[in-house]
């Protein structure tokens, strides 16, 4: 069964480092999405993608993020000056058409700033 | 403002014994409401969505169900595999025609042999 996949598991970084975190989605899928999830708490939606470009984003997903489709499989989340409060886990998601309200989720890359 | 309540926080069941795990909302235009069932330590496992008022969904001993102000994810019979936190969001109107999606907190649940 094709699942979307995400690396790395766990990156641990330095406060005001640039990180990227890596999906890759459902191959036949064309919307996809980052939510994150700090430790204990919710989950917080971030950005949705679509066609290049962004579709929608939260108040969240400040101008220290950044998303991109680098090539036809791979969806990128940048964060270009890391902070203490970026810590946690991060997933990307993707959907389809033929279903479009089934997200598939990755298992998730735990941030941890320093 | 948009917002979506679980409850209860934590849920502890005998195998067998049924309940339900409730989740209220308020957001202005649904565009669905999502269950989805997460494991520790990985992401979100796609369940139901339910669109509008009387709507009820079934998957083996899962039930959800929808009303204008709460969904209901109805567990018959649990069994210990269905131990997890189970995650109810809403997906409403954004800016520009788009959409954003609202969590709740979780119910965890354990069921006990």
């Known amino acids: 069964e094709p699942e979307v996949t995400q690396t790395p598991s766990h990156q641990v970084t330095q406060m005001g480092q640039e990180v990227i975190l890596r999906c890759v989605p459902i191959?036949?899928?064309?919307?996809f999405y980052w939510y994150r999830q700090i430790l204990g708490q919710k989950v917080e939606f971030l950005v949705s993608?679509?066609?290049?470009?962004?579709?929608?984003k939260s108040e969240i997903f400040d101008d220290q993020f950044s998303v991109e489709r680098p090539d036809g499989s791979n969806f990128t989340l940048k964060i270009r000056s890391t902070k203490l409060e970026d810590s946690a886990m991060y997933f990307c998601?993707?959907?389809?058409?033929?279903?479009?309200?089934?997200?598939?989720f990755g298992p998730g890359t735990r941030l941890t700033v320093l | 403002e948009d917002q979506v309540t679980q409850s209860p926080e934590a849920l502890r069941l005998q195998e067998g014994e049924s309940s339900s795990l409730n989740c209220s909302y308020t957001?202005?235009?649904?565009?669905?409401l999502f269950w989805y069932r997460q494991d520790p330590g990985k992401g979100p496992e796609f369940l139901f969505t339910?669109?509008?008022a009387g709507e009820e969904k079934e998957k083996e001993r899962l039930k959800a169900t929808l009303t204008k102000k709460e969904s209901f994810l109805h567990i018959t019979a649990p069994k210990p595999e269905d131990s997890a936190t189970y995650l109810c969001?809403?997906?409403?109107?954004?800016?520009?025609?788009?959409?954003?999606?609202?969590f709740g907190t979780g119910t965890r649940l354990k069921v006990l042999a």
């Open positions: 993608f679509y066609n290049n470009e962004i579709s929608e």
């Open positions: 957001v202005s235009g649904l565009r669905g």
């Open positions: 998601a993707s959907r389809g058409v033929r279903y479009p309200d089934t997200q598939y």
């Open positions: 191959s036949n899928h064309l919307y």
């Open positions: 339910l669109y509008s």
């Open positions: 969001a809403v997906r409403g109107p954004g800016t520009s025609g788009t959409y954003k999606y609202i």
